[in-house]
């Protein structure tokens, strides 16, 4: 699969700013997640990041805000995509279709995480990336509740270097 945009989301984004760990299992996925984006860079992808993805940063704590801040100056290989009027038309109908099935008492998703996810995937969808590139296993459900004209493949950050895995 040829990748010309790639959307970045939250969870890649703290990898990305975290220095490298000392713990050995941290080690693992923070390295396999540098390796598949330098290998989407290098193979000419353009990084977007929605910009829920910084919400979803700030609304994480003094870490996250960090992060956010520091992403945005880098700026470097990564573009903040806008939350725009498609993104939320495609955002909404993933709310309704992931939160229509989910009782108010399931130990299910919480209605926050629902509404960034869907943010992240509808502004994704929106700017016309290739693929999403998480460590969130959780954002492949989001998107398979779309039509297939709508869906695009999400990848998983974290595996081996050569192996991008498509998840779903």
């Given at each position: 699969?040829?990748?010309?945009?790639?959307?970045?989301?939250?969870?890649?984004?703290?990898?990305?700013?975290?220095?490298?760990?000392?713990?050995?299992?941290?080690?693992?996925?923070?390295?396999?997640?540098?390796?598949?984006?330098?290998?989407?860079?290098?193979?000419?992808?353009?990084?977007?990041?929605?910009?829920?993805?910084?919400?979803?940063?700030?609304?994480?704590?003094?870490?996250?805000?960090?992060v956010a801040m520091a992403?945005?100056?880098?700026?470097?290989?990564?573009?903040?995509?806008?939350?725009?009027?498609?993104?939320?038309?495609?955002?909404?109908?993933?709310?309704?279709?992931?939160?229509?099935?989910?009782?108010?008492?399931?130990?299910?998703?919480?209605?926050?995480?629902?509404?960034?996810?869907?943010?992240?995937?509808?502004?994704?969808?929106?700017?016309?990336?290739?693929?999403?590139?998480?460590?969130?296993?959780?954002?492949?459900?989001?998107?398979?509740?779309?039509?297939?004209?709508q869906r695009i493949p999400?990848?998983?950050?974290?595996?081996?270097?050569?192996?991008?895995?498509?998840?779903?």
């Amino acid at each position: 699969m040829r990748v010309r945009v790639a959307a970045v989301d939250a969870n890649v984004l703290m990898f990305l700013a975290e220095p490298r760990p000392q713990d050995d299992a941290r080690y693992k996925r923070w390295s396999q997640v540098h390796a598949t984006v330098r290998d989407l860079i290098e193979h000419g992808a353009e990084l977007i990041v929605p910009a829920p993805s910084i919400a979803e940063l700030y609304a994480g704590g003094e870490d996250g805000v960090h992060v956010a801040m520091a992403l945005e100056k880098q700026g470097k290989h990564l573009r903040i995509e806008a939350f725009d009027d498609e993104a939320a038309r495609i955002a909404g109908q993933i709310m309704r279709i992931r939160l229509s099935g989910r009782a108010r008492s399931t130990g299910g998703p919480s209605r926050a995480l629902v509404k960034f996810d869907a943010m992240i995937v509808g502004t994704a969808i929106a700017a016309g990336a290739d693929c999403i590139v998480t460590t969130d296993g959780d954002i492949e459900k989001y998107v398979a509740v779309l039509d297939d004209r709508q869906r695009i493949p999400v990848i998983d950050a974290t595996a081996p270097k050569g192996q991008l895995t498509i998840i779903g």
